[in-house]
């Protein structure tokens, strides 16, 4: 059964670390699983010990719950973090294509954290930043390497704020890995081919556990999908297309 602890909790339990104290001498002490203690010490200890972390989730602010999704999904698909100096930052990268999208993830960055948000252009494309130590608590999926060759799993935290609306998820991570095409077929009438277009959403990832929060997320909002390739979920059937372009519709 997982705990979870207050930020007092956490901050004195770093306090110790910093001191000094070994993992087994905290977890003996505290009743805190080590491999918890651990976690907390490599990514939390990013922040010196006078401060206390400003994120929504330390200070017991509360998360806006659509600007955070959004750029939950926008940073499952095409978003990295990475240290910068002593801090962290982190990139999405969005292209030129798609304006409307860029701006959605710079309203949703600014939605969440107040530092400054930059725009690098590349040919094609760019990519939004933002700088601060923060993005190590508000998304702990983090870690060294390939996204889709490590472990990838929300936490319960994120979990429920998924449960309670799943469609900015699901919008964020088409922006970034999927889109809206028209397919078509042709059928005979008679002595005539007709040809018949439908819509439908693709999302592509090489990651199997982000394909699989993609595809829970739908679950939960009651949309059907199919596996079509081996890194690709297919919505194809009308009310499920139909319930899609309620909230995502072609990309802008």
């Known amino acids: 059964m997982s705990h979870v602890y207050d930020a007092t909790t956490r901050t004195d339990a770093l306090r110790r670390i910093r001191n000094g104290a070994s993992l087994r001498r905290v977890s003996l002490d505290t009743g805190i699983n080590r491999t918890t203690l651990r976690e907390w010490r490599d990514r939390d200890g990013e922040f010196a010990p006078r401060h206390r ?16 999704l959004y750029l939950l ?9 990475s240290r910068t100096g002593r801090s962290w930052v982190l ?10 999208i860029r701006a959605e993830v710079i309203a949703a960055i600014a939605r969440i954290v107040p530092n400054r948000v930059h725009v690098v252009a590349n040919q094609g494309c760019a990519s939004v930043q933002c700088t601060t ?9 983090r870690g060294p390497g390939r996204k ?36 078509w077929t042709e059928r005979r009438v008679g002595e005539t081919v007709k040809r018949y277009e439908y819509p439908r959403y693709l999302f592509s990832n090489r990651s199997d556990d982000i394909r699989g929060i993609f595809t829970d997320a739908l679950d939960d909002l009651g949309v059907a999908w199919t596996q079509n390739q081996q890194w690709s979920i297919s919505i194809a059937r009308r009310n499920a297309v139909t319930a899609l372009d309620a909230f995502v519709g072609p990309k802008t």
């Open 53 to 68: 972390c400003p994120c929504p989730r330390c200070s017991d602010a509360p998360i806006p719950p659509r600007p955070y």
């Open 73 to 81: 999904g926008q940073y499952l698909g095409d978003g990295c973090i």
């Open 91 to 100: 990139r999405i990268a969005t292209a030129d294509a798609y304006p409307g």
């Open 133 to 141: 130590n923060q993005w190590l608590h508000l998304f702990p999926q």
């Open 148 to 183: 889709h060759e490590r472990p990838i799993a929300l936490e319960p935290w994120q979990l429920a704020m998924v449960a309670a609306d799943p469609r900015p998820l699901i919008r964020g991570l088409l922006h970034s890995d999927g889109c809206r095409v028209t397919n």
